[in-house]
């Protein structure tokens, strides 16, 4: 699970390859503004994702606790910006609704649903539609 401004997600964790503090990122000319650029990852070439920019999105939080997550889909990976990663939680088909009933700022079509753990709310993301991949 992860912050991005006000709000918690999650995503399927077998496509998480590593999470790492923010590194240099090298901006890439002529790409979309919600890409922030590309990280060289242990001689990786990765191109990294702000959905902040891109779903317009408040950032908040400390620099200090801003994380890369980094995704491995097939022979891609892609990272992307998070204000804090908190932690890795096992859920159950049962706790996840539908995403018709999400009151989020990402669009309906980019989240799979949401998970209710405890008193918290967890927006479960789609990142193959986010990434468009």
């Given at each position: 699970?992860?912050?991005?401004?006000?709000?918690?997600y999650?995503?399927?964790?077998?496509n998480?390859?590593?999470?790492e503090?923010?590194?240099?990122?090298?901006?890439?000319?002529?790409?979309q503004?919600?890409?922030?650029?590309?990280i060289n990852?242990?001689?990786n070439?990765v191109?990294?994702?702000?959905?902040?920019?891109?779903?317009?999105?408040?950032?908040?939080?400390?620099e200090?606790?801003?994380?890369?997550?980094v995704?491995q889909?097939?022979?891609?990976?892609v990272?992307i910006?998070v204000?804090?990663?908190?932690?890795?939680?096992r859920?159950n088909?049962?706790?996840i609704?539908?995403t018709?009933?999400?009151?989020?700022?990402?669009?309906?079509?980019?989240?799979?649903g949401?998970?209710?753990?405890?008193?918290?709310?967890?927006?479960?993301?789609?990142?193959?539609?986010?990434l468009?991949?």
């Open positions: 699970a992860f912050n991005l401004g006000k709000e918690e999650a995503v399927d964790v077998l998480v390859q590593e999470i503090r923010l590194l240099n990122i090298t901006r890439v000319p002529r790409t503004d919600y890409i922030e650029g590309v990852l242990r001689g070439i191109p990294v994702v702000n959905l902040h920019k891109k779903f317009s999105l408040e950032s908040i939080g400390v200090d606790d801003k994380r890369i997550i995704f889909f097939e022979e891609l990976q990272g910006i204000d804090e990663v908190s932690e890795v939680l859920l088909v049962n706790d609704e539908e018709a009933k999400v009151y989020s700022s990402i669009s309906a079509e980019h989240i799979k949401i998970a209710k753990i405890n008193d918290r709310l967890l927006i479960l993301l789609d990142l193959l539609r986010i468009e991949i």
